[in-house]
Structures are given as structure tokens and as C-alpha cells.
């Protein structure tokens, strides 16, 4: 944490300069970039990654940002785009072709899903594969497989997989590996260290850290993300604003000690809700067991606070009357802002899709935010109280 805290200040001396020794960098609000001479007009423009000529390529206040998490994340180069989709979107169409096959496994953020099935348009083969071991990868290795996409611990359901193993099976057969990162934040864990090529993360969650921006980053090798920034970036458009980046590097100043606090705000309100028998499973890698908590322990140097419920039964009714009584959780969209948050997976009208993705009609995602945990775990336990009446105590009474 002190070496996280050394980088984020030298950065941001060394960037603003001394001028006005202001204590934030500056917000570089332009769209474009003069030039004094013709001559440094065309030196720049032959080269956009490196030079500043349009804000869809580069702008200062972005480029502080993505140094800071190339650090953070121990890579070479990050490019920042104006949404997680935005990064994920431009990776994968910069290093896929037609013809290619796709590996996706376990639970993958859904819209991550749905733009590869997408690219089958482009004749982009896909194969979405649940497995229980990350060995079991191996048999859907195909010939022309060109890339395998995860997440760990995944969504919804919290998984993890073996990175070494994975990057390790890519690497025989020569296809990339990217990984969104964004449960784990660049804090605790480090993919690129296992041999990951690509780290993604939504800038929306933990790094912005308040619920006021979108915004998605890349990591890699500086040859990765060039080829990323010139293909993905620059033609797609999903450009991250100044001010959104410069919220993004509010957002970094904090990350350490919030990270720190969500770490021990999920294991209080986990250890109080793992006995409740209002709820038959919690996905969270903290009460993982056997192979899964290895892989827990040996990849994760902390804990991110979003974590899965479902409840006891899958009567509508109940989860209805348990997610509208809850008061300091709230319902919403997206995670990694100070309020915690419920959001179920069940939409009224999604069931067939809900059961497609291998989840219980009663799953609901849960996001401890920076409210007092016990708070947080009083709120849940009143909810549950309506939807199913108190809780009996099986061990005090045996
Ligand atoms: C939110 C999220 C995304 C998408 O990021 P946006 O910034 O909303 O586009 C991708 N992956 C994970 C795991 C996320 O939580």
C-alpha cells in the first residue's frame, strides 16, 4: 500500500510540473491540439499514441490516469476508453478475425457475452463453457482458437480460475488471454504477473470509487495496447472525457483505503449472513472451499465486497417483499460507490435467460458499500425478517 501511495504522488508532481503547484492535475479540456510549425504537425501526426493532435486518440489528463493504472496493474501501457464495454468492445474486435474461435468461461458479464455472439456476424466462432476445473478448459481448445476471455472470481456466481493454468494452455496454443478484472480491482490482483496479455477493468466500479462516471481501462504490453489504441480505440470512438478521467484520478487517491475497508466490510457482513438459513448460498470467494479457496488464496491479496444471495425458496413474492424492504441497500445498477446495493437477476419477464446462465430464479447481486457494515447486515436481516418471518436460531437451541 505505501509503494501504491509513493506512485500515485510522484505522478502527479511529476506531471502537472511545478507552475502552479496545484495538488490535482489538470483538467485539459480541448478536442484538439495546435501545432507551431508544419513541421511538428507531421512529425505528430504520424504518430497519435505518442503525440498529442486529437482527444480521441490522446489528452494528458486521460494519459495521467493510464499510467497510474499501468503501474497499479505492474503492465507496460493502458489505454482508458469512455466506458468498460468501450475496452472490452475494442479488445476483442482488434485482436479477433474471421475465422477465429473464442473461448468464454463460467459467468461472464453479460454484455461482454452478448457482444461475442455478436461477432459471430463477422464469423467470429464462439464457445461459452461452464466448467468445475479450470483443467477442463483444455478440452475446448480448438485448432483455430485465438482467444480465451474470463473473469475471476466471475459474475454472478463468484468462480475462480486457475491463471496459470489457463495462460499456460494459451500460450501451446498460441491464442491470447484477457481477463476483466474489475471485482478485484488493480489492487489485489495481478494478472499480468501469471502471464495474462490483457487486463480489463469497468472504470466504473472501484477505480472511479463514487457512482458518478463510466469509464474502462486496458493493460498490457506497450506492442498489446498500440495495436489496441490504433485499431480499437481510434476507430470505434469510445473515448474517455478529461473530467471523466481526471474523476477517475480522484478515484485512484482513494482506492487504497477503501479497498482496505471493503476487505473487512465483506468478511463482517459475510460471517454474519453465512449461518442465515433465509438464504441457501452465498457466491463470495471468502466462503470458498477446497480448490477454490486455494486458488482464492493464491491469487487474491485482498477481498472486493460484490457477492451473490439466493435466497431460501424461489417464491416471487418473497423475493419481492425481501429486495422492496430493504432500506440501507439500495436497487441499482452497477457497484463500487459508497451505497450498497441489490440488484436480482430476475427481471419479471428474463426467467429462460436467468436459467440459461445456470442461476436461481431467488439470485440477487449484492454490493457492500462504505456504510457501516453492521448497518448493512441489520438491513439485510430486517428484509429477510418480512419475506420469511425471524430466523430461527438452530444452534442456540440445540
Ligand atoms: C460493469 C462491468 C462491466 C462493464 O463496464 P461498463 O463501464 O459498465 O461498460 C464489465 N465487466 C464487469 C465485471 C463489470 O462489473
Redesign the pocket.
Known sequence: MNEYYENICCEVEKTTGKAYHAMTPEIVQTSSFFFPTYEEFMAASVDEKNNYVYTRGTNPTTEILEKKIAQLEGGEKCKVFS??????SATLFTLLAQGDHVLMVNTI?G??LSFMQDMGKFGVELTKIDVATTAEVEEHIQENTKLIYF?SPS?QKFELLDMEKITELAKKQGAYTVI?N??ASPLFQHPLDYGVDVV?H????YIGGHSDI???AVVGSEQLVDEIFEKGHQALGAVNSPFNSWLAIRGLRTLAVRMAHQTKAIKTVLDCLSKDHRISKIYHPYLAEGEQKQLADKYLKGYGS?FAIDLQDTDFDHLKTFVNALKVVTIG????GFESLALPVFKGSNLEAVKKRGLSPSHIRMYVGLEAPMSIVEDIRQALDQAYGKEVKNEENA
Open positions: 466506458s468498460g464495454m468501450g475496452a472490452i458479464y454484455e461482454s473473469e459474475s476483466d474489475t471485482w480489463i469497468s472504470c466504473s466500479k463510466v469509464a474502462g460484490l445498477v452497477s457497484w463500487g
